[in-house]
């Protein structure tokens, strides 16, 4: 089963700039999709980025769509999302996800993905 731990979180001003990281431990193949999804308070989690297997582009919400950028390192097995151009509707804590997805499998839904991290919070001061 596989386990993921973010970090990198923190309390950063509008404008700025933080880098994510997820670690898996346990059983991670390349060929399994990871995503970003990230909850404000009072909000439902909502889709941030995710990537499938090795050799796949990643996906975008449009919120953050030229903002943020999600990689991954296979060899690592960990993923990050670089966040620049940070504002304040994007605070919230962010969840790291991983699973196994099926070709016609959408990759922007939180019900696709069976493992999750315990979140990071991501502050943004105006």
């Known amino acids: 089963q596989a386990q993921l731990v973010e970090s990198g979180g923190g309390l950063v001003q509008t404008g700025g700039s933080l880098e994510l990281s997820c670690v898996t431990s346990?059983?991670?193949?390349?060929?399994?999709?990871m995503g970003w999804f990230r909850q404000a308070p009072g909000m439902e989690r909502e889709f941030v980025a995710a990537?499938?297997?090795?050799?796949?582009?990643?996906i975008y919400a449009d919120s953050v769509k030229g903002r943020f950028t999600m990689s991954r390192d296979n060899a690592k097995n960990t993923v990050y999302l670089q966040m620049n151009s940070l504002k304040p509707e994007d605070t919230a804590v962010y969840y790291c996800?991983?699973?196994?997805?099926?070709?016609?499998?959408?990759?922007?839904?939180?019900?696709?993905?069976?493992?999750w991290g315990q979140g990071t919070q991501v502050t943004v001061s105006s």
């Open positions: 996800a991983a699973g196994i997805l099926l070709f016609n499998t959408r990759a922007d839904l939180s019900r696709s993905y069976a493992y």
């Open positions: 346990g059983r991670m193949y390349s060929n399994y999709a």
């Open positions: 990537v499938r297997g090795s050799g796949s582009m990643p």
